[in-house]
C-alpha cells in the first residue's frame, strides 16, 4: 500500500536522521554546522507534515511534537533541532488561526486582561478541520527555509557597518558564521585578525587558515595569551552554539574567558548568530566530553590517578554582550527575550 | 642647572686638594669678580639667566647624543657628576677613565668660569651637593633585546659581540674567525612585536660556532643550549644552572700575568653573558645574579691570592644560592602554608618549582586539600607539576586553560609563581597568568603570588608588548583528527604564528605577594627594593 510505504520510508528518513545527530554529537567537534542542521530538520519536519497522517492541526501538532522529543534526545547539545521544531509549532499555530479567520496578535499576546478574561487554554481550538492547511503550512514552511538558507548572508552584508579599516578583531575557535562575516569585510576594508585556537581540539587553526586565504591579516595566539593582547584589540566578534532567553550565551569553552578579558579592557563584543540559534532551554546537563580527549596530553599512568575535565560549553552572563547581529539586524542582549516571544508560542517552550 | 653648580663644587673640591696655594690666590680672584657681579646683578638678573639656560643647555645635548655609554666617554658635564660619585665606588679604574676624568675636569673648570660670573649661584651650590648621588641618570640604557627593529642598534650589538672576541685572544691560543655568535630571527614576525626576537629552536647558535670554541667556556656553551632547547626552563632552575656555571668558570680561570683579577674576570663574563642571551634573552633573576657576581668580583682586594680568590668567589656564589633561593623557598613556604585550611581548593597555573614546593610541604605537614592544574599550550608545562604532585600523593585535578570558568566556581584559593616582580607593582609571570588572575578576581577567589626577593627588578612595565619573550612559532602547530592546519604557515603570506612567553598581570589583581620577607601587597615592591639597595 502506498500510504504504508510512505510511512516506513518516512519513519526510515527519521531513523537516519537521528542516527547522524548522534554520530555527529559523539565525535570530536561538530561534523556539520548548525545551519545545516536546522535544515535538514526544517526539512523532515516539511517531510512529515507532507506524507504523515493527521486530520486537524492538533494532531499534527502532536505529530511533531513526538517526533521532536525524539530528536532532541538523540542529541540534547544540538539546540537548533529543538528550535526548528518549536519554529514549526508556531507556524501551524499561526496557520490555523488564520484560517480560522482570527487575527494572530489577539491570540499570542497574554495580557493580564486576557487571563482574567478568558481563562482556560484554547486547546480544543486545534480540531477544526481545515482543507487547505496542509498547504498553507507546507508553503510557510518553503519560507522558513529560505529564511534559513539565506541567515548567513544576511548577516554578512552588515559587515562592513561594524568594521572600519585598520581595526584589531578578536575571535575565538571556528565560527562559519563569523568567518563569513569577515570575509564579506575584507572585500572592502584592511583590518588585522587575531583568532585564538581554543584547545584542546584547536579549531582555531582552521579558521586562521581559511581567513589568511583571502589576504586577511590573520595571527593565530594560544588561548593563555588572550588577556595579554587584548589591550591591542578593537572589537571581538564570536559566534555562538545558541543564544538564550535572557540574552546570554552558550558557547564553545574559553569563550567566557575572552568575554571578561573584554570586558577589563572596555573592548566591545559582537555576537553574530543566526535567529535560529534562539533557544527557550536551557540543559546544564550537557558539558562535558569524553576523558579521550585528553589521551594524548597526558601519560597513562599519570591519567589513571588524576581527574581530568574537558568541558565543552562555556556560559556567558548577558552584561559581557554589547551587540547581537543576526539575520533581522543587530539587537542589544536586553532584547532577546522580545525576540523570543516572537519566534515560538510559549507553550511549545516544552516539548 | 643644579646638577651643573654640584659639578662644579666636586671638581673644584678636587682642585682645592690638589693645588691650595694657587687656589688663595683664585678664591681672592673670584670674590673680586663676584663683588662686580653683584653691581651688574642689580641691573639686569633675567639676562644672566638666559645666558646660563644657554651655557646648560649644550651640556646636557652632549650627554644625549653621547650617552651609550663607551668607557672613553667624552665630556658631559651631568655625565662626570654622575659618574664621579659612582667611580669613587669602584677601586682602580684603567688609564682611559683617568684620562676621561682628567678631560671632564677641564671642561668643567672652563664652565665653571662662566658660572662663576654669574655669581649667586654659589650660595646656593652647597644644598645639591647630596643630590647627584640620589639623580642617577633616570633613562637606563635600552637593552638590546627589545631594538631588533633598530638597524643601529642592530650594528652596535654585532660590532660589540666582535669586540668580545677580541678580548679574548690575549689569553687563548691564535683563533681566527671565532666570535660569539649573533643569531638571526625566524619566520614572519606578528607586527606589534617587530621589536622583539624570534628565534627556532631547530637553529640553535651553537651552529655557528667551530669546534674547540675557547672564546667561550664549555660549560657555558652547554648551558647555552639548555637554554635555547628548553631543557633548562623556569627562573629559579636557569639562575642555579647560571650560577654552577661561572663556578666552573671561575675554577677553571686563571689570571694572565699583567691583569689584575677583579678586573679580567669580569671582562672574561662579558662574552659569555653575550652568548647565554644570544642563546635565550636573560630573565631578570638571571641578571640580579650577574650583578651580584660582578660585584663580588670587583670586590676582590687587589693583593689577594688567585686561590684565595677563588676561594672567596666559590663561596659567595654557594651563600647566595643558598640565601635567596633555597632558604628564601623554606621561608615562603613557611608562610603560605599559614594561609592553606583544610578542605582547600587550590589552583596553580603551569610548573612553579617555587608554589610546587610549598603544596609539598604543605602536604607534609598533613593539610587536607586537592589541587587543581591548570596548563596551557603550547608547552603544558603543567604536566611536570601534575607528575611531582601525583608522586607525593596529593589529589589532582587537570584542566587546561580555556576551561578556567567552568572549574573555578570549586576553588578556594589560586596560587601562582612569577618570574619577576616589578617596580611598579605589575608581576610578570608565564602567559596565562594574567588570564588566570583576571577570572579569579570575576569570581572574588583570593590570588596569591609566591616570589622570592632576588627576582625583583627595577623595571617597570604596564602591558605585555613592550618587553617580551617570543619562543619559535613552530610550537603552535598541532596534528589533530589527522590534519596539520598550521603545517605550511610558512608559505601563506598573511598568516603568523604568536607563541608569547611572558605576560604582566596588574596589581589589582593580585591579592598578596609572599616573600622571603614576608606577606606583602604588591604596590611594596619598590620598598623593598629600596631596603635591599641600602642593604647593599
Known amino acids: 500500500m502506498p500510504g504504508a510505504d510512505k510511512e516506513t520510508e518516512l519513519s526510515e528518513r527519521i531513523e537516519a536522521f537521528l542516527s547522524e545527530l548522534k554520530r555527529c554529537g559523539s565525535g ?47 542529541q540534547p547539545s544540538e539546540t537548533t533541532v529543538g528550535n526548528m521544531v518549536r519554529r514549526v509549532l508556531k507556524i501551524i499555530r499561526e496557520e490555523y488561526a488564520r484560517s480560522r479567520g482570527s487575527t494572530e496578535e489577539a491570540d499570542q499576546q497574554e495580557s493580564l486582561h486576557k487571563l ?17 492547511l496542509k498547504a498553507n503550512v507546507i508553503e510557510a514552511i518553503n519560507e522558513l527555509l529560505t529564511e534559513l538558507e539565506g541567515t548567513t548572508d544576511n548577516i554578512s552584508m552588515q559587515a562592513l557597518e561594524h568594521i572600519h579599516s585598520n581595526e584589531v578583531i578578536m575571535t575565538i575557535g571556528r565560527s562559519r558564521t563569523v568567518e563569513a562575516f569577515l570575509k564579506d569585510a575584507a572585500r572592502k576594508r584592511k583590518f588585522h585578525v587575531i583568532v585564538a585556537e581554543c584547545a584542546p581540539f584547536c579549531q582555531g587553526h582552521e579558521m586562521a587558515t581559511s581567513l589568511s586565504k583571502e589576504d586577511i591579516e590573520t595571527t593565530v595566539i594560544p588561548d593563555a595569551a588572550i588577556f595579554a593582547v587584548m589591550s591591542r584589540v578593537n572589537k571581538v566578534i564570536i559566534g555562538t552554539q545558541t543564544v538564550l532567553a535572557n540574552g546570554g550565551l552558550r558557547a564553545v569553552n574559553g569563550t567566557h574567558t575572552l568575554a571578561l578579558a573584554a570586558k577589563h579592557h572596555s ?43 574537558c568541558p565543552v560549553f562555556d556560559y556567558v552572563p548577558p552584561e559581557l554582550i554589547t551587540l547581537f547581529i543576526s539575520n533581522i539586524g543587530g539587537n542589544a542582549p536586553s532584547y532577546i527575550y522580545r525576540l523570543m516571544s516572537e519566534l515560538y508560542h510559549p507553550e511549545d517552550h516544552e516539548l | 642647572m643644579m646638577l651643573i653648580s654640584a659639578a662644579m663644587t666636586l671638581v673644584v673640591g678636587h682642585e682645592l686638594q690638589s693645588a691650595e696655594p694657587k687656589e688663595e690666590k683664585q678664591r681672592l680672584r673670584k670674590e673680586k669678580k663676584q663683588h662686580k657681579k653683584n653691581k651688574k646683578d642689580d641691573r639686569g638678573p633675567p639676562e644672566k639667566e638666559k645666558e646660563k639656560e644657554k651655557a646648560s643647555v649644550p651640556a646636557p645635548s652632549k650627554p644625549a647624543t653621547q650617552s651609550p655609554a663607551h668607557k672613553a666617554a667624552p665630556v658631559p658635564v651631568n655625565a662626570s657628576a654622575s659618574e664621579s660619585p659612582v667611580a669613587a665606588e669602584k677601586p682602580a679604574k684603567s688609564k682611559a677613565e683617568l684620562r676621561a676624568e682628567r678631560r671632564a675636569r677641564q671642561d668643567s673648570e672652563r664652565a665653571s668660569k662662566q658660572g662663576k660670573k654669574e655669581g649667586g649661584q654659589q650660595s646656593t651650590s652647597s644644598k645639591p651637593k647630596a643630590t647627584p648621588n640620589e639623580l642617577q641618570p633616570v633613562v637606563k640604557r635600552l637593552p638590546d633585546h627589545v631594538q631588533v627593529d633598530d638597524p643601529v642598534a642592530l650594528k652596535k650589538l654585532a660590532k660589540k659581540l666582535e669586540r668580545q672576541q677580541k678580548s679574548g685572544q690575549g689569553c687563548s691560543l691564535n683563533i681566527t674567525g671565532v666570535k660569539v655568535p649573533l643569531r638571526s630571527d625566524y ?112 670586590n676582590i682586594p687587589s693583593q689577594c691570592k688567585e686561590e684565595e680568590a677563588k676561594r672567596i668567589l666559590q663561596e659567595c656564589i654557594d651563600s647566595y644560592i643558598n640565601e635567596k633561593i633555597i632558604l628564601a623557598s623554606e621561608a615562603i613556604s613557611k608562610y603560605a602554608i599559614e594561609k592553606i585550611s583544610d578542605g582547600d581548593v587550590i589552583l596553580v597555573y603551569g ?79 608565564r602567559v596565562g597568568t594574567s588570564q588566570i588572575a583576571l577570572v579569579a578576581k570575576a569570581y572574588n577567589v583570593p590570588v596569591l603570588v609566591c616570589c622570592e626577593t632576588y627576582k625583583f627588578c627595577e623595571r617597570v612595565q604596564t602591558d605585555s608588548f613592550v618587553s617580551n619573550e617570543l619562543d619559535d612559532p613552530d610550537d603552535l602547530i598541532v596534528t589533530r583528527n589527522g590534519k596539520t592546519h598550521l603545517e605550511n604557515w610558512q608559505t601563506v603570506k598573511s598568516l603568523g604564528l604568536l607563541n608569547l612567553v611572558y605576560d604582566v598581570t596588574p596589581p589589582d589583581f593580585v591579592d598578596l605577594v609572599i616573600t622571603d620577607l614576608g606577606m606583602i601587597p604588591c604596590t611594596s615592591v619598590p620598598v623593598v627594593l629600596r631596603v635591599k639597595n641600602v642593604d647593599q
Not at chain 2, 647560571?242 to 663574563?269: C, G, M
Not at chain 2, 612569577?418 to 607593582?425: F, K, R, S, T
Open chain 1, 116 to 132: 482574567l478574561t478568558s481563562g482556560g487554554s484554547s486547546e480544543d481550538n486545534f480540531r477544526q478541520h481545515f482543507t487547505h
Open chain 1, 267 to 309: 573592548t566591545p563584543l559582537i555576537v553574530c548568530a543566526p535567529m535560529f540559534k534562539l533557544s527557550p532551554q536551557w540543559d546544564s546537563a550537557l558539558q562535558e566530553l569524553v576523558l579521550r580527549s585528553f589521551c594524548f596530553l597526558l601519560p597513562g599512568e599519570i591519567l589513571s590517578k588524576v581527574n581530568a575535565h
Open chain 2, 187 to 298: 619566520g614572519y614576525k606578528v607586527s606589534l612585536f617587530s621589536h622583539l626576537h624570534q628565534y627556532s629552536r631547530k637553529n640553535p647558535p651553537t651552529q655557528q660556532i667551530s669546534i674547540p670554541v675557547t672564546v667561550i667556556h664549555p660549560s657555558i656553551v652547554r648551558l647555552g643550549l639548555q637554554y635555547s632547547q628548553g631543557i633548562i626552563a623556569g627562573s629559579n632552575a636557569r639562575s642555579v644552572a647560571l650560577l654552577h656555571a661561572f663556578k666552573q668558570v671561575i675554577q677553571d680561570y686563571s689570571t694572565p700575568p699583567n691583569e689584575e683579577l677583579s678586573r679580567d674576570l669580569v671582562n672574561k663574563l662579558s662574552p659569555y653573558i653575550s652568548f647565554l642571551s644570544q642563546c635565550r634573552p636573560l630573565s631578570a633573576s638571571m641578571g640580579n645574579a650577574i650583578k651580584y657576581i660582578k660585584k663580588e668580583i670587583s
Open chain 1, 28 to 74: 570530536a567537534g561538530s561534523l556539520r554546522g548548525s545551519a545545516e542542521t536546522a535544515r535538514e530538520t526544517t526539512s523532515l519536519l516539511r517531510r512529515i507534515t507532507a506524507q504523515a497522517r493527521w486530520s486537524n492541526a492538533g494532531d499534527l501538532m502532536e505529530i511533531i511534537r513526538k517526533e521532536g522529543r525524539r530528536m532532541t534526545a538523540g
Open chain 2, 351 to 429: 610548573c612553579s618549582s617555587l608554589v610546587n614546593h610549598i603544596l609539598c610541604e604543605a602536604f607534609e605537614k598533613q593539610r587536607k586539600f586537592r589541587v587543581i592544574v591548570v596548563d596551557s599550550r603550547p608547552r603544558l608545562e603543567g604536566r611536570e607539576a601534575l607528575r611531582r604532585l601525583v608522586k607525593k600523593g596529593i589529589r589532582c585535578t587537570y584542566v587546561l586553560i580555556s576551561a578556567l570558568s567552568y572549574i573555578l566556581p570549586e576553588v578556594s584559593k589560586v596560587f601562582l609563581g612569577a618570574h619577576a616582580l616589578l617596580a611598579n607593582g605589575y608581576v610578570m609571570s
